[in-house]
C-alpha cells in the first residue's frame, strides 16, 4: 500500500535561512513524487515532481526537492526563505505499479517563515 | 488559459440531504480527480474519472459517488450526509493517464453539514 509521512507538523524558520520540510514514503514500485503548496483559502498548486533520472529536482518559487530511494525521502528545501513561502505544504506519491493516477498525499506541514 | 473551476464556493446542508459539487477541468484535459480534505486529515482520494468512466475509487462509502460529462466536466454527489462529511472537496484534473502529469487543482467547495 501506499503513504506518505510528513513528521513534522510545523516548521518555522526565519527569513533569509535555509528552509527544509520533509517527507517520506511508502510504495511497492517506483514513485513518482510531487510537492504542493496550499495558501489560505486556496487550492493547491504544483511546486515540483520527480519521475526519473536527477535526483535533485528543481521547481518553482526556487524550491527544490532531493529523491533519495535509499531512505525513501523526498525532502523540499529553498536555501533563502521568504515570509512569502508561509504556507500549507503537501508531500503526494503516485505509485506507479498500481497503474491508478490518483496522489497520496501525506497530512501536510505549515511553514512559518518569520520576519 | 483558465484553471480548474469548481462551484459552488461553499455549501450549506443539515444531515441526511444530498450534495451536488461541480467541477470544471482545464481545457483539454481528459482525467478529473476528487479528493476531501477534512481538517487534521490531509486529503483523502476520493475519485478519478477519465473520459467519462470511473477508472479508480478511494475508501469511501458508495454515498459518495459521481460522474463525468461527455465535455469532461463532473459532478460529485454525496448522499445522506453526515456531519463529518464537513470538508473542503478540491477537484483536480491532468492531460492524460500517462501517470507523470501533475494535477491542476481548483479552489474547492467548502462543504458544511449541520
Known amino acids: 500500500a501506499q503513504s506518505v509521512a510528513q513528521p513534522e507538523d510545523q516548521v518555522n524558520v526565519a527569513e533569509g535561512n535555509p528552509l527544509t520540510v520533509k517527507c517520506t514514503y511508502s510504495?511497492?514500485?517506483?514513485?513518482?513524487l510531487f510537492w504542493y503548496v496550499q495558501y489560505p483559502n486556496r487550492g493547491l498548486q504544483f511546486l515540483l515532481k520527480?519521475?526519473?533520472?536527477?535526483?535533485l529536482v528543481k521547481g518553482s518559487y526556487g524550491f527544490e526537492a532531493e529523491f533519495n530511494k535509499s531512505q525513501t525521502s523526498f525532502h523540499l528545501k529553498k536555501p533563502s526563505a521568504l515570509v512569502s513561502d508561509s504556507a500549507l505544504y503537501f508531500c503526494?506519491?503516485?505509485?506507479?505499479?498500481?497503474?491508478?493516477?490518483?496522489?497520496?498525499f501525506g497530512t501536510g506541514t505549515r511553514l512559518t517563515v518569520i520576519p | 488559459e483558465a484553471g480548474v473551476t469548481q462551484s459552488p464556493t461553499h455549501l450549506i446542508k443539515t444531515r441526511g440531504q444530498q450534495a451536488t459539487l461541480r467541477c470544471s477541468p482545464i481545457?483539454?484535459?481528459?482525467?478529473v480527480y476528487w479528493y476531501q480534505q477534512a481538517l487534521g486529515l490531509g486529503l483523502q482520494f476520493l475519485l478519478w474519472?477519465?473520459?467519462?468512466?470511473?477508472?479508480n475509487r478511494g475508501n469511501f462509502p458508495p454515498r459518495f459517488s459521481g460522474r463525468q460529462f461527455p465535455n469532461y466536466s463532473s459532478e460529485l454527489n454525496v448522499n445522506a450526509l453526515e456531519l463529518e462529511d464537513s470538508a473542503l472537496y478540491l477537484c483536480?484534473?491532468?492531460?492524460?493517464?500517462?501517470?507523470?502529469?501533475?494535477?491542476?487543482f481548483g479552489p474547492g467547495t467548502r462543504l458544511t453539514v449541520l
Open positions: 483536480a484534473s491532468s492531460s492524460g493517464t500517462s501517470g507523470f502529469d501533475e494535477q491542476f
Open positions: 510504495v511497492s514500485g517506483n514513485p513518482y
Open positions: 520527480y519521475i526519473t533520472g536527477d535526483n
Open positions: 503526494a506519491v503516485r505509485d506507479i505499479q498500481t497503474g491508478a493516477n490518483n496522489l497520496f
Open positions: 481545457s483539454g484535459h481528459t482525467s
Open positions: 474519472y477519465d473520459e467519462g468512466e470511473e477508472r
